[in-house]
């Protein structure tokens, strides 16, 4: 008797690349030939995806090598969640079974016979959710299998069962999490900010599917079954996808064998659960890292002690965050340096540019790089731009500003910041000031409207900025007191920033006297 094999089905967009890779790996599997393949490509944010969802629809249209492909190509951009929501409910209602990958989750050659003899094995067991192939790189050898309390999303397979508890109402969930004091747990003994991501779910800042499926699954004390080694691997970690940034931790090397499904203790494998927990440690030890950049450009009380140009990267941080809503989209983030202001901004895709040449090494953040010229895209490709303290910097701001207009959509909004008060930095090449009668003429001149401006430090503390940017640099500049700079550099500075956050409350606002300009403006339609 011919065993029957679970449908599979794969969601992409407009990632060509990623998905041939996928397809390929997914025919390396023997048991694609007798299984069918549901493909669901969703429809175009913008026309600039078009040409990238055409070459799309050019593979998965041609695609073989399976019992049967059907593809469904959207009119309309659902986004991920909704897509997968849909498309894993309509198969697994006509099915019972289905087994779902998106296009950046590359497979091992044993992927399909893991799902299909795990769903095979625990079709009847209720207290088993799901099927796993992805597992995180642990350098302690685990079991050849075992479970986890809650389900996940990097390859996986589940019943109509399963999915019937999935609950998309996300508030639901964190409320019943808050209810029974499971914050902890769900977070992995708080090592990995779930919650935070639910949060930020219901909030509207992302649309996470997997978040309320391992929520749903938790909630109703289900279990998922993962393999000792992995059967999967996320490509996605190339800034390329809807919510993945550049990072390695999660890379993993394929399982080089079958994994053989054995009848185990069916229940949460502490042990291994403890280890996951301690490779999130790991990861989270970035946060000193990210702890000391917010200090450097988001400063809270803790940045009053420790950084010299407190007032200075206060005001920035804050005047850009109050436009921030305005950036969305495909942002372009010109002169990026470390994208300090990423996180403030509700966008598809974040690219950074920075000034030096291709496949340069001064900045490991810039996702381009451009020699002062021309910008490396295409007309009209981005939604928003960010371009903080660069101005200064140019010394044809014309040109410049023409080249960031070119790249932008019609109606398009970018955010300037630009210093009016401040030492000569970064020299040779540091051209000009700008006032703020400046910038307005510069701004309409090269064809943008003003929407709103901003001065920030417009009060005392603009002379006790300068007073500890003067400190920082005779002392960086000192040789002889090398291995004391910094410890000299927050002694000094420390008591300028406390008096200035004293006398701000007390002193009036200066307008004429500030350091920075920040502008919001939009990009005004070509006269015909």
């Known amino acids: 008797m011919t065993k029957i094999l679970a449908p599979i089905v794969l969601f992409c967009y407009n990632r060509p690349s990623h998905t041939l890779q996928v397809l390929q790996a997914l025919q390396k599997n023997p048991e694609a030939k007798n299984s069918?393949?549901?493909?669901?490509?969703?429809?175009?944010?913008?026309?600039?995806?078009?040409?990238?969802?055409?070459?799309?629809?050019?593979?998965?249209?041609?695609i073989s090598g399976f019992k049967n492909v059907v593809v469904e190509k959207s009119e309309n951009n659902k986004g991920l969640a909704k897509s997968i929501i849909l498309g894993v409910s309509k198969i697994v209602e006509k099915f019972g079974r289905v087994i779902v990958l998106e296009d950046d989750l590359v497979i091992s050659p044993y992927f399909l016979q893991f799902m299909n003899d795990g769903l095979d094995f625990y079709e009847n067991d209720d207290r088993v959710i799901s099927i796993h192939g992805y597992i995180y790189p642990i350098k302690e050898k685990l079991p050849p299998t075992f479970f986890i309390k809650g389900a996940d999303c990097w390859g996986w397979a589940t019943w109509?069962?399963?999915?019937?508890?999935?609950?998309?109402?996300?508030?639901?969930?964190?409320?019943?999490?808050?209810?029974?004091?499971?914050?902890?747990?769900?977070?992995?003994?708080?090592?990995?900010?779930?919650t935070k991501m639910l949060r930020e779910q219901i909030a509207g800042k992302n649309n996470s599917w997997a978040v309320r499926w391992y929520a749903s699954a938790f909630l109703a004390d289900k279990l998922t079954l993962y393999p000792g080694e992995s059967l999967v691997r996320n490509i996605g970690f190339d800034d390329?996808?809807?919510?993945?940034?550049?990072v390695d931790?999660?890379?993993?090397?394929?399982?080089?064998?079958?994994?053989?499904?054995?009848?185990?203790?069916?229940?949460?494998?502490?042990?291994?659960?403890?280890?996951i927990s301690e490779f999130f440690k790991k990861k989270k030890k970035r946060l000193l890292k990210n702890f000391i950049k917010k200090q450097a450009f988001n400063p809270d009380l803790f940045g009053l002690l420790v950084n010299p140009f407190?007032?200075?990267?206060?005001?920035?941080?804050?005047?850009?965050?109050?436009?921030?809503?305005?950036?969305?989209?495909?942002?372009?983030?010109?002169?990026?340096?470390?994208k300090p202001y990423q996180p403030l901004f509700n966008f598809e895709n974040y690219v950074g540019l920075d000034y030096g040449k291709n496949n340069s090494n001064s900045n490991k953040d810039a996702d381009f790089f451009y020699e002062g010229n021309h910008f490396p895209f295409a007309d009209e490709q981005f939604d928003s731009v960010l371009c903080s303290e660069v101005l200064e910097h140019v010394f044809n701001p014309n040109e410049f500003l023409q080249e960031i207009k070119r790249v932008m959509k019609k109606d398009a909004c970018a955010i300037f910041s630009v210093p009016f008060v401040w030492d000569e930095h970064e020299q040779p090449y540091d051209y000009a000031r700008y006032s703020s009668f400046g910038l307005m003429h510069l701004f309409k001149e090269n064809g943008f409207e003003i929407i709103a401006s901003k001065k920030s430090a417009a009060s005392i503390v603009v002379i006790f900025q300068l007073i500890n940017a003067y400190i920082y640099k005779i002392i960086a500049r000192n040789s002889k007191v090398k291995k004391w700079k910094r410890i000299l550099i927050n002694l000094l500075?420390?008591?300028?920033?406390?008096?200035?956050?004293i006398l701000e409350k007390l002193l009036p606002v200066n307008q004429d006297l500030y350091l920075d300009n920040i502008f919001l403006i939009r990009k005004i339609k070509n006269e015909k």
């Open 240 to 246: 390329s996808g809807s919510h993945c940034e550049k």
């Open 36 to 62: 069918e393949l549901f493909i669901f490509c969703d429809g175009a944010k913008n026309e600039n995806d078009l040409e990238c969802i055409n070459d799309v629809h050019k593979i998965i249209d041609n």
């Open 160 to 194: 109509k069962r399963g999915w019937d508890l999935f609950n998309e109402n996300g508030q639901e969930l964190l409320n019943q999490l808050e209810e029974k004091n499971l914050i902890e747990q769900f977070d992995f003994d708080g090592t990995y900010d779930y």
């Open 493 to 501: 500075c420390t008591p300028f920033n406390m008096f200035g956050i």
């Open 249 to 275: 931790i999660f890379d993993v090397e394929f399982v080089k064998h079958p994994i053989k499904i054995k009848k185990i203790f069916v229940a949460q494998n502490r042990v291994v659960r403890q280890k």
């Open 310 to 338: 407190y007032f200075a990267r206060r005001g920035l941080y804050k005047n850009i965050a109050d436009f921030s809503s305005n950036i969305k989209g495909d942002v372009l983030d010109v002169g990026c340096g470390s």
